[in-house]
């Protein structure tokens, strides 16, 4: 382990009938993990190919390494080396770094796709988690919003709104990973709606073409 002090992270709220260690914080923690911006981006990018059949794998795993792989190993070296005080970066005076690296590795991506003349389905998904990224970036400036919600709402919306159940899958997730924020304290209810809504606009950004608005 380095030898670098870590900044502790924001304490855990306590109630007497939510301590850390209760079924319900542990269902949250859990949630939290498998509802990772990562983890729920990077099923997002490769599953282009699943969605859209003129989309390449190796476009979809190249925007996946620039856009999601990059930013992920440098959060892992921030956080192994203390700049950050957790996984999830819950200390808004912490993002900036990993949000500036990840905007660069995004931009650099999109130059290698365009030039490579990636299918435009991925060029274009790319662009909308760079306008998430943005977004996300303008909003922290001054306050802390749930990236979390953001990017699990903006997934929901955008993938799948067309399956069976859809809606009532998508309103579940979002829910879900509310609910896990608030609960294990990383963020407040209007943190995580001022997430939702991020990720509502950026999923708009991408749906209203395909159905021709």
């Given at each position: 382990?380095?030898?670098?002090?870590?900044?502790?992270?924001?304490?855990?709220?306590?109630?007497?009938?939510?301590?850390?260690?209760?079924?319900?914080?542990?269902?949250?923690?859990?949630?939290?993990h498998?509802?990772?911006?990562?983890?729920?981006?990077?099923?997002?990018?490769?599953?282009?190919?699943?969605?859209?059949?003129?989309?390449?794998?190796?476009?979809?795993l190249?925007?996946?390494?620039f856009?999601?792989?990059?930013?992920?190993?440098?959060?892992?070296?921030m956080?192994?080396?203390?700049?950050?005080?957790?996984?999830?970066?819950?200390?808004?005076?912490?993002?900036?770094?990993?949000?500036?690296?990840?905007?660069?590795?995004?931009?650099?991506?999109?130059?290698?796709?365009?030039?490579?003349?990636?299918?435009?389905?991925?060029?274009?998904?790319?662009?909308?988690?760079?306008?998430?990224?943005?977004?996300?970036?303008?909003?922290?400036?001054?306050?802390?919003?749930?990236?979390h919600?953001?990017?699990a709402?903006?997934?929901?919306?955008?993938c799948?709104?067309?399956?069976?159940?859809?809606?009532?899958?998508?309103?579940?997730?979002?829910?879900?990973?509310?609910?896990?924020?608030?609960?294990?304290?990383?963020?407040?209810?209007?943190?995580?709606?001022?997430g939702?809504?991020?990720?509502?606009?950026?999923?708009?950004?991408?749906?209203?073409?395909?159905?021709?608005?």
């Amino acid at each position: 382990m380095s030898a670098t002090p870590t900044i502790e992270p924001e304490p855990v709220q306590q109630t007497a009938s939510g301590a850390p260690g209760s079924r319900a914080a542990v269902i949250a923690t859990l949630l939290s993990h498998v509802f990772s911006p990562a983890l729920i981006g990077t099923l997002v990018l490769l599953s282009i190919p699943l969605r859209h059949p003129v989309a390449t794998w190796s476009s979809a795993l190249l925007a996946t390494a620039f856009t999601i792989a990059i930013p992920w190993v440098a959060l892992v070296a921030m956080r192994w080396s203390g700049h950050v005080s957790d996984i999830h970066v819950t200390r808004r005076e912490q993002r900036w770094p990993l949000l500036l690296i990840t905007l660069v590795s995004i931009l650099i991506g999109l130059g290698i796709l365009t030039l490579t003349a990636a299918p435009a389905v991925v060029v274009g998904e790319v662009g909308l988690f760079l306008l998430g990224l943005l977004l996300v970036g303008a909003v922290n400036l001054f306050w802390k919003l749930s990236i979390h919600a953001a990017v699990a709402s903006f997934a929901a919306l955008y993938c799948l709104l067309a399956l069976p159940l859809g809606p009532h899958l998508a309103v579940l997730v979002v829910a879900l990973v509310g609910w896990s924020r608030v609960r294990i304290a990383h963020h407040t209810p209007s943190q995580v709606l001022a997430g939702t809504v991020v990720g509502v606009l950026v999923s708009l950004g991408g749906l209203l073409p395909v159905f021709g608005v």
